[in-house]
């Protein structure tokens, strides 16, 4: 690959990516299509797509045609019996189970759109995502069946639970539930929903400083640039065996852990356990990962327990490593280096651009630090906050902007076209971070510019967290602020104001903090909670979080004319 960044601006084109997936314009285009259908047709049917280890060490294959005969069949369910139609929202609630991956690529095929939702959230963050999408369908295992049956109560629209998992309790299913076992069901044709490089695929929900969580929708087409990200910048080859550590819950575990490395027919592996250094590295060295790709806390915890525990593995099948979702420590792209020989490779982007839009690239110096340079087909730079006019004075603070569009940047918000439209200044989409460029145009992260915690990569929105403390009979006002941490870069620290006849005590705070922990996230969940009298609010009732969290640093508070009086 050439390595001088001009030539590669050149040569990497988005029309060069639809050419080499044989996509032109005005023609039908499916993700699930790509995924898998055209590598058992090109001949590939036998190649290995997914390897899956569960928690106890079981080890699950599967080929692209098995791949293709259990999403004919489930869609075939979806279509026949469930009556899914073109464009329903389905979620998938499940944990990094087979089914999860087979069951978003087998939605896509019927045209109805994908809703991921994590699976650790509590039964308020399912519904607030669920209402507001209006889902028809909800895919999901016995074990969080009673959430779900708990959120349906507030779901007039959602029609159908389906369980693909066998019961071995006895839970029996009710009026309303579907059983469908997955890996029992294979079909060699589906007829694949006419979609079109406009047409809607995955409904992703991002959360925001206010209001309740927002649905960034993507579309099919989005394919184009997760296909040549993945190639360019991941470095995602035919032969390889690739390992994306997120959940596809969030948008790093479908756009780059479904959709970029399946389209370039790469063998992915998933490893659904919890998080040991050790185990890691063995799954590393067990199925000869060549390429990786991770996140800052992550490579903390990794880090923690130092370089010894890499070096008593075999680990010389890696040939490339990246890191996404919070900023990646300069200490931790030197230590990678000496752990593994390899520089991690630094990667911005969000959930509503769809693919990654700033980049550290293979091949080319890596700056520990610095997040690299923009995607070699689009183009981005930092702005003024409120002219939008891109700064060019070097180290100068702005904000992240990417000139639109490109394939896989939202196409609206959900429900919500005044907000997404807002997201757009003098011309640019506004990632809603602050960086500044150096002499040579690389990216340096400064922060978000807004309230929103990012706790170990994942984004919690503060509004969420107040709503649900709100709802505890012992609170009387709230507010929530990301707290630095040097593992998770941010937790949640609340602050609460008692209603009348309570008292404060270590108690009431552990039992604040598991009912939120339930009605959301343990993500969300505050891992400090500080009494107060009140919450320091403008006096047209606004939160003043950036109150709380200068006085948290212990900064200055900065202009708080417009606060409430004591
Ligand atoms: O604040 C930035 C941070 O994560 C946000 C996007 O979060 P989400 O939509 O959940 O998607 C995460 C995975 C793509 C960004 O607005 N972020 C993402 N990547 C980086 C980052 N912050 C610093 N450095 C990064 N490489």
Redesign the pocket.
């Known amino acids: 690959m050439a390595t001088d960044y001009e030539q590669l601006r050149r040569e990497i084109t988005w029309e060069r990516a639809e050419r080499e997936l044989g996509y032109r314009e005005g023609e039908p285009l499916n993700i699930a299509e790509i995924c898998v259908d055209r590598h058992v047709e090109a001949g590939l049917g036998d190649r290995l797509a997914l390897v899956h280890e569960g928690h106890g060490g079981e080890i699950r294959q599967f080929t692209f045609r098995d791949l293709q005969q259990l999403t004919n069949g489930w869609a075939h369910f979806l279509r026949g019996d469930v009556c899914i139609r073109p464009l329903d929202r389905v979620c998938l609630f499940l944990d990094k189970v087979p089914e999860l991956y087979i069951g978003f690529l087998g939605v896509l095929k019927t045209g109805a759109v994908v809703e991921p939702l994590f699976s650790a959230f509590g039964d308020d963050a399912l519904v607030a995502r669920m209402a507001d999408s209006r889902a028809a369908a909800i895919i999901t295992q016995r074990r969080h069946l009673g959430k779900v049956r708990k959120a349906r109560e507030r779901l007039p629209d959602l029609k159908t639970i389906i369980v693909v998992d066998h019961d071995e309790d006895g839970k029996k299913l009710r009026e309303g539930e579907a059983d469908y076992h997955m890996m029992d069901h294979r079909e060699d044709h589906f007829p694949v929903a006419a979609t079109y490089a406009e047409s809607p695929s995955v409904l992703h929900y991002?959360s925001g400083t206010t209001g309740a969580p927002k649905g960034a929708m993507h579309v099919h087409g989005s394919i184009v640039a997760q296909y040549l990200t993945s190639k360019v910048v991941l470095d995602i080859r035919e032969h390889d065996v690739y390992w994306c550590t997120a959940d596809p819950g969030?948008?790093?575990g479908t756009s780059y852990g479904i959709i970029g490395p399946w389209s370039l027919g790469a063998t992915q592996v998933v490893l659904d356990a919890g998080f040991s250094s050790d185990r890691w590295y063995e799954t590393i060295e067990k199925h000869a990962v060549t390429v990786w790709y991770t996140a800052p806390t992550a490579i903390r915890m990794l880090m923690k327990d130092g370089v010894e525990p890499v070096k008593r593995r075999n680990l010389t099948s890696l040939r490339h490593m990246c890191?996404?979702?919070?900023?990646?420590n300069p200490e931790a792209v030197r230590w990678g280096h000496e752990a593994f020989g390899l520089w991690f490779h630094?990667?911005?982007?969000?959930?509503?651009t769809g693919s990654i839009v700033v980049t550290n690239l293979p091949g080319m110096p890596v700056k520990p630090g610095s997040?690299g340079r923009p995607f070699p087909a689009l183009s981005a730079t930092v702005v003024e906050p409120k002219t939008g006019i891109p700064i060019t004075d070097v180290g100068r603070v702005g904000l992240i902007a990417v000139k639109p569009p490109w394939p896989s940047l939202m196409r609206t918000y959900w429900n919500n076209t005044a907000t997404f439209y807002g997201k757009f200044l003098n011309g640019w989409y506004i990632?809603?971070?602050q960086a500044s460029l150096d002499a040579e145009g690389y990216f340096w992260?400064c922060g978000?510019d807004d309230d929103?915690i990012?706790t170990a990569?994942?984004?919690v929105g503060p509004f969420e967290i107040e709503s649900a403390l709100l709802e505890h009979p012992a609170v009387a006002e709230s507010a929530a602020i990301g707290k630095p941490d040097p593992l998770n870069m941010e937790v949640v620290k609340a602050f609460v104001a008692l209603r009348p006849g309570f008292t404060a005590s270590e108690d009431l705070e552990l039992d604040i903090m598991n009912f939120v922990r339930k009605k959301l996230s343990p993500l969300a969940m505050p891992q400090e909670i500080e009494f107060v009298e009140k919450v320091p609010k403008t006096r047209s009732g606004k939160i003043l979080r950036r109150v709380l969290k200068a006085r948290e640093l212990g900064q200055p508070i900065g202009d708080v004319s417009t606060m409430e009086d004591d």
């Open positions: 991002t969030w948008v790093t890191s996404v979702g919070e900023p990646l630094d990667t911005f982007w969000q959930t509503e997040m990632c809603g971070d992260f978000r929103v990012n990569g994942h984004l």
